[in-house]
């Protein structure tokens, strides 16, 4: 079988994979890294965003061997220190998860948003989550809190 | 109000596990050994089941075993019940067909469940599916609920003739006819309330486990209610006694209803888990979901109401075929009948009224509770009704529905279809409401759309549910196969700490932070002492579940008399420490005191004496540990104005959303952060009924919508901000005077939204969904009748 | 899925030979619709050609009077561009409007147009600038290439490497779309330049297709205002659940006048 090389969140790690084997896969059976959900098969729920060299992108549609080589952020690696990064805390403080299955990767993605413009406003906001569908909160509470967040991270 | 008491937007405890992505969901957990299933399901929506060959399937790669129904019906697997029996206008029992978790002789809609395969992997089950050959004979379907009793319908069952499930009535039909003859004017809709499909964002999952050393199984499943689930399957599926299951629903992705249910999946893997002597795990793929898990809604109504000159309602009619899909799910019948028929007052003194409804089967999924359950339907037919006839008298649509408001000192309210509401004060909410959206600035706002070539419109839903299900005998007496009380261990640990055990499953709903806050109140303890356990029937008492938006009226309720419990035996045990009578000792904020004198003692001192009994009263049991069963009296009532604003681009038919305000009573509210976001849910996926959703099959009962790609879900620039007003009438039958408010926003927003965009066309009625191309065709006839 | 062996050739020259080693191999190059077609089972190569390792095919640069993207240049490098966004503002909007942010991240310009889904966006881009296709063997006119509802003039073992847009003198994009999928229902690509007058609709019908009326009526003067009366007519075009043919070929007309607004 192939095998797989990559960082994920700061750690070396490699593994043997099969050409289908989705990154998805790696990370939830091999890794154990379970934060990561997968949500749907068509890749539109978002349930299942990562980073990929600093990228969101949707780890149900990216086999892993495309992943070879690179650096791997998921929602276990963005906490430091036992501190939640500011867009946890923001989700946190604003409401903004009910059932925290699509969470996850709402919040990895809304991180993503604010390293390319960190002054969104709603609309660009609400546009920017076309790929991450939450059932529970009606994303209310999540836009206020990606707003939060930006607001606390420009400082 | 302490900054962590019940009034306190607390932060939720569980929030960390989530946003550090140490949630644990069923699929999260494996078991060593584990095996993996799926399902051969039906390409076909009604087919014999001819023959199915297993033997390719069974000599692939890592494939453990292929079972299909034979094999289910050798070991007297029996079938998934229907846990209500509805009794028709005849007086007889609703047809209640046998369903079986792999079916036997016919698969009766796409998707229902032919044979599983077991294997050692996802992969190989899943190939090897492909390998079981099963000799289909084709059945021509009864797809459309419209059509089930036509006179050449294919019967989905032999013994439900005309497809009929029941004929069921409630009211006088006779005194609702008088009615109607005295009116000056009756208005007539006819509508359908589009068929949905729940889509929590975690699909379904199960692990069953069986252990042969003590000849017993756990199960793992995402269920809002394991206790339930044990129930069913012991008593009535798998034959076993109720001490050999253990039901576990860690942490569940949301449920709007979809996972109350005992499915064909779960069952399976419990009792493969025996034959294959492994644990077998099954997670749905979304495909999957979309075809088995229990639909929402689809009904086809006709409703009139009659009325004076003044636009006083006199009396209201409403004819309902209801689809039950191929089988009966868990609750099917109970939904369009008395979660259904039973709030046709809505807020209204409606004096009389008359509903029947017909119930179908059709070879489509099953259908059953889905948020809101019976309750949004009817607030549509109602607001849809009340909205249709203030048109068509000339009558403001706010002032027609004051005009008819149960007033405030009509409490306790009588309804003439069974119900009797105990407390609330419409009149305020529309208040609140009409002020928010500036209802006086409308015209002006219109004004400003026109100019911009945009129509606008806005729309009203004055709605009311029945929550806090419910009083054990009156569901018992129309049909309930259980009671509907709720369950609550308080565990004061010696050391001070103390664990709430559960039967109200939280999948989403922050319990583990609103019980806390109920709790650390009544307790006086640091709400960081306090840990709330659910979802399992190992550890927590007997108990009932979650759904309609019973958790905090029913299952807090019961916290809240074991909290009383633990608090009079406490003082039992303080007044012997402090040397004085009982009935002279105080409890005041986590502290006992001598009345008159300087004496004290805390909680947790108590508790530790409880269980470090050395000083201890005479007669009193050593350990503070208290159970309380909590049975309601009524169910609870709550209700709300929601006002929607539109602007459509006739252009286009797109519809925009601009304002949306909610002003709601559910009693008291422990936690208004908590409550909001409930509100803005449900209010998302009543929009989303309103504008996007809609679950179609085609005329041979294929699905259509069976993926994100062609059912719409609401998607964040799907949807504005929400404003969210709160009024206050406490329930007056429980010990926290809450009513609920899960369920709220789904309820009131179809009929908002729908009331809506009419008003920007200028047309009384529409379908929902109001997409983009059925507005634009309503603008443009409309333009052109102008014209 | 079913399994499938894996290359990552570093070079164009590499690609091609493992492909043409392949019992019955395909190129992979964003995967946004190739791996959701091989999770469905709907397709079984025996390997798959990951395009993801050729620096040589990533990368936009202006080439006299065009923008050359290469054929792994992902949506979001092309939104984000800053040549794109001076030169041909219109291209980096639409490539910002496809799928959603994690698409828009993985997916690349060569995979769209190799793919010709009929709703996609690209194909209106193509058609609709005059582009020039670039493959390891030719060069291919936009007009040439899309030749059918998920049909190319690819050759089996041909490799897309770049695509060349002429740069206009005005163009504008509008897209009316799935409210479910996000996919076009209608996507109007207008311009006036080197390539000439183009007006060229994706979602509507099987394939992306020009449309002779407008392109003429605006070659008397690119506005709004000479396309208020050109109209499609709805013969042969799409019909779904979401839109009727009736709805597209009217919407073909709205997008049509907003392209040619936003064009400015």
Request: charged residues 20%; negative net charge.
């Amino acid at each position: 079988m192939p095998t797989v090389s990559m960082t994920v969140n700061g750690r070396a790690v490699t593994g043997e994979v099969e050409g289908r084997t989705l990154l998805v896969e790696f990370l939830r059976e091999q890794l154990s890294l379970t934060g990561t959900h997968v949500g749907c098969d068509t890749s539109q729920c978002g349930a299942c965003v990562v980073h990929v060299n600093g990228e969101s992108v949707k780890s149900c549609s990216m086999l892993a061997l495309q992943a070879d080589g690179a650096g791997v952020t998921t929602i276990e690696g963005i906490a430091q220190n036992g501190e939640l990064h500011p867009m946890q805390e923001a989700f946190r403080e604003h409401h903004g998860l009910q059932c925290g299955f699509c969470t996850p990767g709402m919040v990895m993605s809304a991180i993503d948003l604010l390293n390319k413009n960190p002054s969104p406003d709603e609309g660009e906001i609400r546009e920017w989550l076309e790929g991450n569908i939450c059932r529970c909160t009606g994303y209310h509470n999540i836009v206020k809190a990606i707003q939060s967040a930006a607001a606390n991270m420009r400082g | 109000m302490s900054d962590t008491g019940i009034g306190a937007s607390v932060r939720r405890k569980e929030d960390f596990r989530f946003l550090t992505g140490q949630g644990r969901y069923t699929d999260d957990i494996n078991r060593p050994g584990q095996l993996y299933a799926f399902f051969v399901r039906s390409p076909h929506a009604h087919a014999q089941i001819k023959g199915v060959n297993k033997a390719a399937a069974e000599a692939a790669e890592g494939v453990r075993a292929v079972f299909t129904g034979a094999d289910m019906e050798a070991d007297n697997v029996g079938s998934l019940p229907c846990g209500w029996v509805v009794t028709d206008r005849h007086g007889e029992a609703h047809k209640a067909p046998p369903h079986f978790p792999l079916a036997r002789d016919k698969a009766r809609y796409v998707g229902d469940h032919v044979a599983v395969v077991v294997a050692e992997s996802y992969a190989a089950a899943k190939a090897a599916a492909e390998l079981v050959e099963v000799d289909y004979g084709e059945l021509p379907a009864a797809a459309e609920t419209g059509k089930a009793r036509d006179a050449d319908a294919p019967q989905v069952h032999d013994d439900a003739p005309g497809n009929l499930c029941y004929d069921w009535v409630l009211g006088d039909e006779a005194e609702a006819d008088a009615a109607f003859a005295n009116a000056h004017h009756v208005t007539k809709i006819d509508l359908v309330n589009n068929r949905l499909i729940p889509n929590a964002m975690e699909p379904r999952a199960a692990i069953g486990d069986y252990d042969a050393g003590t000849d017993s199984y756990t199960l793992y499943s995402t269920s809002q209610n394991p206790h339930l689930l044990k129930l069913i399957l012991c008593a009535f599926v798998l034959g076993l006694n109720e001490n050999k299951l253990r039901v576990i629903a860690p942490d569940v992705g949301g449920g709007f209803g979809s996972k109350i249910f005992c499915y064909a999946e779960e069952t399976v893997c419990t009792w493969a888990s025996r034959k294959v002597k492994a644990p077998v795990k099954w997670t749905a793929e979304r495909s999957e979901s979309f075809t088995s898990d229990a639909h929402g809604r689809d009904h086809i109504t006709h409703a009139e109401l009659a009325m004076d000159e003044n636009g006083k309602f006199l009396g209201m009619k409403v004819d309902t075929t209801a689809n039950m899909g191929a089988y009966l799910s868990s609750f099917a019948t109970s939904v369009p009948t008395y979660l259904y028929a039973t709030l046709l007052a809505g807020q209204y003194t409606t004096p009389v009224i008359f509903a029947n409804v017909k119930a179908v089967f059709t070879n489509t999924a099953p259908v059953d509770a889905y948020r809101g359950a019976g309750r949004p339907e009817a607030t549509f037919v109602v607001e849809r009704l009340v909205e249709v006839a203030a048109r068509e008298m000339g009558i403001d649509p706010a002032e027609i529905r004051r005009r008819n408001f149960i007033q405030p000192d009509q409490f306790p309210y009588q309804t003439p279809v069974a119900l009797q509401y105990d407390t609330g004060n419409y009149g305020a909410s529309m208040d609140m409401a009409l002020e928010m959206i500036d209802y006086a600035g409308f015209a002006g706002r219109r004004s400003n759309s026109e100019a911009n070539g945009k129509l606008r419109g806005i729309g009203f839903s004055a709605y009311i549910e029945a929550c806090g299900i419910a009083p054990s005998a009156v569901v018992g007496s129309l049909g309930a196969g259980v009671g509907l009380w709720e369950s609550a261990q308080v565990r004061f640990n010696a050391t001070g700490s103390v664990s709430v055990f559960t039967g109200s499953h939280s999948h989403g709903q922050g319990h583990e932070t609103t019980f806390s806050q109920l709790v650390a109140d009544t307790l006086g303890i640091p709400i960081e002492n306090v840990e709330i356990v659910h979802g399992d029937t190992g550890s927590i008492p007997m108990a009932m579940g979650t759904y309609g938006s019973r958790s905090l009226a029913v299952g807090g309720s019961a916290i809240a008399r074991a909290c009383d419990k633990i608090i009079e035996k406490s003082r039992k045990i303080a007044a012997h420490l402090m040397e004085a009578s009982v009935e002279d000792v105080e409890f005041d904020n986590g502290t006992f005191r001598v009345a008159g004198t300087d004496k004290e003692k805390s909680i947790a001192e108590v508790a530790f004496t409880a269980y470090v009994p050395h000083n201890y009263p005479e007669g009193v049991e050593p350990g503070l540990d208290e159970t309380a069963f909590y049975d309601p009296l009524n169910f609870t009532y709550p209700a709300g104005v929601h006002i929607c604003e539109v602007e459509i681009d006739p252009t286009t038919g797109v519809t925009e959303i601009v304002d949306w305000v909610a002003v709601d009573d559910f009693g008291k509210v422990i936690n208004p952060m908590v409550v909001e976001g409930q509100v803005h849910g449900g209010i998302a996926q009543g929009v989303g009924q309103a504008l996007l959703e809609n679950c179609v099959y085609d005329g041979s009962g294929q699905l259509l919508t069976g993926s994100y790609m062609d059912y719409c879900m609401p998607r964040a620039d799907d949807l504005p901000s929400f404003r969210v007003g709160l009024t206050e009438t406490a329930c007056t039958h429980n010990p926290l005077g809450v009513k609920g408010c899960g369920e709220a926003g789904a309820i009131a927003a179809p009929a908002a939204t729908i009331n809506a965009i009419t008003n920007a066309l200028g047309i009384l009625s529409m379908d929902m969904p109001a997409s983009t191309e059925k507005v634009w065709r309503l603008a443009n006839t409309q333009q052109m009748a102008a014209e | 899925m079913y399994n499938f062996n894996h290359h990552r050739p570093g070079s164009v020259d590499e690609a091609a030979a493992a492909l043409s080693g392949a019992d019955d191999g395909k190129l992979l190059a964003g995967g946004m619709t190739l791996i959701a077609t091989l999770k469905q089972r709907l397709a079984s190569p025996s390997d798959l050609v990951d395009l993801g390792a050729i620096a040589d095919l990533k990368g936009i640069r202006e080439d006299g009077g065009a923008i050359v993207i290469g054929a792994m240049t992902t949506h979001a490098t092309v939104a984000g561009d800053a040549s794109v966004k001076a030169k041909i503002p219109a291209l980096a909007a639409l490539a910002d409007g496809i799928g959603d942010a994690q698409v828009r991240n993985c997916g690349t310009i060569g995979g769209s147009i190799a793919n010709n889904d009929p709703a996609a966006d690209y194909p209106a881009a193509l058609v609709g600038l005059g582009a020039t296709v670039h493959t390891n063997k030719r060069e291919i006119a936009a007009d040439d290439f899309f030749t059918g509802m998920f049909e190319t003039a690819l050759a089996d073992d041909e490799i897309i490497t770049a695509v060349a847009f002429p740069v206009p003198e005005k163009a504008g994009y509008q897209k009316f779309a799935n409210p479910a999928s996000r996919y076009a229902i209608v996507g109007v690509m207008a311009s006036s330049g080197p390539a000439g007058v183009r007006v060229a609709v994706t979602g509507a019908g099987p394939c992306v297709f020009r449309l002779a009326d407008a392109e003429a009526a605006l070659g008397g003067g690119f506005s709004a205002d000479a396309v208020t009366n050109v109209g499609v007519a709805a013969d042969g075009l799409n019909s779904d659940l979401h839109a009727s043919a009736e709805y597209r070929a009217h919407l073909v007309g709205v997008m049509l006048r907003r392209a040619v607004a936003a064009a400015g």
